[in-house]
């Protein structure tokens, strides 16, 4: 990226400034994407712990895989999640705040015994399914602000930085030189002029 700037004053106050503030922006912007991926892999690996912990229940129930047969389709039905937004390292994420469920009416005197345990089942099973997809979601959400927060440190610290660097020094440089020539073309107008005024009062004198 180039730096566009005037070899002037003006604009070297302009880069000054410009290149303060992406300085003390960097530890910020620094600290910011080590939160970020420290939040990015607790997230994946609840996700993770939940999607193991629903295996663990799948696994669990397998003796009831023959039951589920008598089982009516449609006894319970998921009708709504609520979900909340919460802050993590400045970014908004969803969280899961209940899960509402419609339990169709059943006789418990004519159905199997464990109707009822098999909705209980189904709840816990939905839960973990459901929470460890909002944990999928907060991690991708934190990811694509950790990216874009790399992005920008990297902008910083190899790119603007440096050239800003590199166009204060620039012009520094063009105003010394500037300066000397303005010193120096003095200089020689001041020993003309001396001459010059020696030269008449010799004539002066003859």
């Given at each position: 990226?180039?730096?566009?700037?005037?070899?002037?004053?003006?604009?070297?106050?302009?880069?000054?400034?410009?290149?303060?503030?992406?300085?003390?922006?960097?530890?910020?912007?620094?600290?910011?994407?080590?939160?970020?991926?420290?939040?990015?892999?607790?997230?994946?690996?609840?996700?993770?712990?939940?999607?193991?912990?629903?295996?663990?229940?799948?696994?669990?129930?397998?003796?009831?895989?023959?039951?589920?047969?008598?089982?009516?389709?449609?006894?319970?039905?998921?009708?709504?999640?609520?979900?909340?937004?919460?802050?993590?390292?400045?970014?908004?994420?969803?969280?899961?705040?209940?899960?509402?469920?419609?339990?169709?009416?059943?006789?418990?005197?004519?159905?199997?015994?464990?109707?009822?345990?098999?909705?209980?089942?189904?709840?816990?099973?939905?839960?973990?399914g459901i929470e460890s997809e909002v944990y999928k979601e907060k991690s991708r959400i934190l990811d694509y602000q950790r990216r874009k927060t790399t992005q920008k440190v990297n902008l910083y610290e190899k790119v603007q930085?440096?050239?800003?660097?590199?166009?204060?020094?620039?012009?520094?440089?063009?105003?010394?030189?500037?300066?000397?020539?303005?010193?120096?073309?003095?200089?020689?107008?001041?020993?003309?002029?001396?001459?010059?005024?020696?030269?008449?009062?010799?004539?002066?004198?003859?």
């Open positions: 990226m180039a730096i566009k700037f005037q070899y002037n004053k003006t604009s070297l106050n302009g880069l000054t400034k410009q290149l303060k503030m992406r300085k003390s922006a960097l530890p910020t912007l620094k600290n910011k994407e080590s939160a970020l991926r420290l939040e990015v892999r607790k997230a994946k690996e609840r996700s993770e712990k939940l999607i193991e912990d629903l295996d663990a229940a799948l696994k669990k129930y397998d003796y009831l895989a023959a039951l589920w047969n008598e089982f009516e389709p449609g006894l319970i039905s998921i009708t709504d999640v609520d979900l909340t937004t919460v802050k993590v390292a400045g970014v908004k994420t969803p969280e899961l705040l209940g899960i509402h469920y419609e339990i169709s009416e059943f006789n418990a005197f004519t159905k199997p015994a464990w109707y009822v345990d098999g909705v209980a089942i189904l709840k816990e099973l939905s839960r973990l930085i440096p050239g800003y660097q590199e166009a204060i020094r620039k012009i520094k440089r063009y105003m010394e030189d500037e300066e000397n020539l303005s010193k120096a073309a003095s200089k020689i107008v001041k020993s003309r002029h001396a001459a010059e005024e020696a030269e008449e009062e010799a004539r002066n004198d003859r």
